[in-house]
């Protein structure tokens, strides 16, 4: 990966002289930083790009700017129809506001500009397909469509293509719908039969030599890195600390309704943020309803307009658009959501951005500020609320230690810092290949399976893929009928695999729930997972009001409601625990043992961060490791996700009874120097197996097409994804080697 070294002062002349008009036209004072950096490499279009720059800094334009100017040195007439660049983001609402972003700049060029997703007009897109040209919106699920309904016309269709590019490539890093666009990337390559550039905009990558080797994955070096270090405007920052009520011990999800802790957080939020534009992100959708809910009660109550929307994925369209919208106009607006806001949908100027409970990472709390201070001259503004147990006889050791809150802290702090969690890399993502593999064969209607084995894995994204587990995951496929293989040794689909290909869901490469309609009066609501248990006569919060359940129709799977003034519950939508980086539990233990008290908190969170501080010294982790309590042992490593998942299936396969309890192992029927022992006796040993310790885990199915592996290759698949025994062994020593203050 090589860093862009090009003098910005000039780069502004090297586009094309329309492009230059375009830009005076809307009277920009300059280019900025990043703008004028990326210039030189994007015009060349001979490599591979990585735009990243803080969040509104205009990396669309970046990209696009020397991209159209190329386009327009180039007419695009006659044979050489076709798209010139494909646009890929990774939420409908992203490639609808890109859309208007870059229409306005296509339509002064006559480059055409078309979005393409599900929610798309199909008479749109039939146009679009009779006159192909200039830039293509898209999602990695529209194009992978495109490869199997079209296949045989894309060769065509992409045959001028000049550039891909990925909008919030971060978003993709690491997961399945990440290797599934790298293998679509990979296969548009292998249609034009050449080496397409492309160009990754992000606003938060915590490695940029993974992050290359993401946008080009085994050539990541050749990337070339255009990076603006601009800092943005002022941060103001506050974090604000709440104790849960000891009779609410459950917090604001219960039937019960909300604690005062959360009226707490609703009045302070519902003082500061009227009468201007803001966001506030909430890590569940349950919650997002619940607090929707309080603030337009509040609203009712001071005798004011509603200020308040909810947003977030199981919405309806046109619910969702109609907070987007809000958002974009004139009337001061608080919208509610999910990290459905947090991508970089143009939301306007918003004054500032609020997250209840502790953030999930850094990465996300990095670009949620970022939709703060678009005013020129204006701070972005980042509040925090954070609720901690109420102390009682019964409060565990854990939760004394009042995790959330420093977890909160220590991602502030890593903020602050300007460091962000890195791409996880090693995963085998066999799901993914299953999905790739039949949309391959769908698409050329066969394939042998050497040519599938080179072109997936010898040179395509899957490279962890030897050739014995790729043996292995076809014999898979084929015991499944998901493939079958002719007598001159072509891979077909077998029926089973017919069947998945032509099903409306075998786009997406992650696995997608069935869901029941809400409805009222014939006015969608949005979508609930079936998993949720729906009574008539029930109460029920969403979209940020009450409702009644009227009837529930399983065979055609809708829920018909009517507006209530009863109490009601808000659902829950499901959803798995955030990954958690080493660092921030190193960052955490470095504040526990600190004295220093950061100027964003205010007093209550002060005070909060002291008892936490007081219990942590209490219970013997200013210098060790492990905390008694009545028949277990509480063990801290102080590690991340891959390491905490290790060690709890290690100490599980040593016959120990061991749980998860957040930042601690809970290990019962032990005493401290019993379950030292255990500890020591793993050390000779070395880094355990992980294929072994992934035998031992009953449910191992956890993606799209995990049901078609064999066991052996469940055991591969999960060991690549959640187990790092290297790690782990290191952290055995490392904690070995202290006193274990028992």
Not at 355 to 369: E, K
Not at 438 to 461: D, K, N, T, V, Y
Request: charged share 20%; net charge negative.
């Amino acid at each position: 990966m090589t860093p862009s070294s090009s003098t910005p002062a000039s780069n502004f002349w090297q586009l094309h002289p329309q492009v230059q008009q375009w830009i005076w036209a809307q009277q920009w004072p300059a280019l900025r930083e990043i703008q004028e950096l990326a210039i030189p490499p994007i015009l060349a279009g001979d490599r591979d790009v990585i735009v990243t720059a803080a969040t509104a800094q205009g990396k669309t334009e970046a990209a696009f700017l020397p991209i159209c100017s190329r386009l327009v040195d180039q007419p695009h007439t006659g044979a050489n129809t076709g798209v010139q660049v494909i646009g890929i983001g990774p939420l409908k609402a992203l490639i609808n506001d890109q859309n208007r972003r870059l229409s306005a700049l296509g339509d002064s060029l006559g480059i055409t500009v078309c979005p393409w997703h599900g929610d798309i007009d199909s008479g749109r897109k039939k146009r679009f397909l009779q006159q192909p040209s200039g830039v293509l919106l898209i999602t990695p699920e529209s194009l992978e469509a495109l490869f199997v309904l079209r296949g045989s016309q894309l060769p065509q269709l992409f045959a001028s293509l000049a550039y891909i590019v990925i909008d919030e490539m971060h978003s993709f890093i690491g997961l399945e719908r990440g290797r599934q666009l790298q293998s679509l990337m990979h296969r548009v390559d292998g249609l034009v039969e050449r080496r397409i550039p492309r160009i990754g905009l992000s606003a938060t990558l915590g490695d940029m030599s993974l992050a290359a080797d993401f946008l080009r994955p085994g050539a990541g070096e050749a990337v070339q890195l255009v990076q603006s270090f601009a800092k943005g405007d002022p941060l103001k920052l506050q974090l604000r600390g709440y104790r849960q009520a000891a009779e609410d011990s459950d917090s604001i999800d219960q039937e019960a309704g909300p604690g005062p802790e959360a009226i707490a957080i609703a009045d302070h939020l519902f003082a500061q943020l009227r009468g201007d534009k803001n966001l506030v992100f909430i890590n569940s959708r349950q919650q997002v309803e619940q607090y929707a809910d309080i603030l337009r009660q509040l609203a009712t109550d001071h005798g004011v307009p509603n200020e308040f929307l909810p947003h977030h994925g199981s919405l309806s369209k046109g619910l969702r658009a109609e907070a987007e919208t809000a958002l974009k106009g004139d009337a001061p607006i608080t919208v509610i959501c999910t990290m459905t806001l947090e991508m970089g949908i143009d939301v306007g100027a918003v004054q500032s951005i609020a997250q209840i409970g502790s953030p999930s990472s850094v990465a996300s709390t990095r670009q949620r500020l970022g939709r703060s201070g678009r005013r020129p001259g204006e701070p972005a503004v980042l509040r925090v609320y954070v609720t901690v147990p109420a102390m009682t006889p019964f409060t565990s050791p854990v939760d004394a230690l009042y995790p959330d809150l420093v977890q909160g802290m220590a991602i502030l702090n890593l903020l602050l810092e300007g460091w962000y969690e890195p791409p996880i890399v090693g995963q085998l993502h066999l799901s993914t290949l299953i999905h790739q593999l039949l949309s391959q064969i769908a698409q050329q209607g066969g394939m042998r399976a050497e040519q599938s084995w080179r072109h997936f894995c010898e040179q395509g994204p899957f490279a962890e893929v030897d050739q014995t587990l790729f043996a292995k995951l076809l014999r898979c496929l084929g015991d499944r009928d998901l493939i079958q293989q002719s007598q001159d040794g072509l891979l077909l689909l077998g029926l089973t695999g017919e069947r998945l290909v032509n099903h409306y869901s075998f786009y997406t490469a992650f696995s997608t729930t069935e869901e029941y309609r809400l409805t009222t009066a014939g006015q969608s609501l949005g979508t609930l997972p079936t998993t949720m248990p729906i009574l008539p006569e029930m109460g029920l919060i969403f979209a940020g009001r009450r409702w009644l359940v009227e009837s529930v129709d399983s065979d055609q799977q809708v829920i018909e409601v009517s507006p209530a003034q009863m109490d009601g519950q808000a659902p829950s939508f499901g959803g798995s625990s955030a990954f958690v980086h080493d660092r921030i539990r190193q960052t955490m233990l470095a504040i526990y043992r600190g004295t220093d008290i950061p100027a964003y908190l205010e007093a209550k969170a002060q005070q909060l961060l002291q008892e936490a501080r007081t219990h942590f010294a209490d219970c013997g982790l200013d210098q060790g490791y492990l905390v008694p309590e009545e028949e277990q042992v509480l063990l801290f490593p102080w590690r991340g996700s891959l390491v905490m998942n290790t060690l709890l299936v290690l100490l599980l396969d040593n016959g120990l009874k061991a749980s998860l309890e957040g930042v601690a192992l809970k290990v019962k029927g032990v005493s401290p120097e019993e379950l030292q022992a255990a500890l020591q006796a793993l050390l000779p040993l070395g880094p355990a197996n992980p294929l072994r310790l992934a035998g031992t885990v009953r449910n191992k199915r956890s993606e799209k097409y995990d049901w078609v592996l064999s066991e052996e290759l469940l055991c591969h698949n999960y060991a690549a994804r959640f187990f790092d025994a290297q790690a782990t062994w290191q952290t055995l020593l490392e904690l070995l080697g202290k006193d274990p203050r028992i």
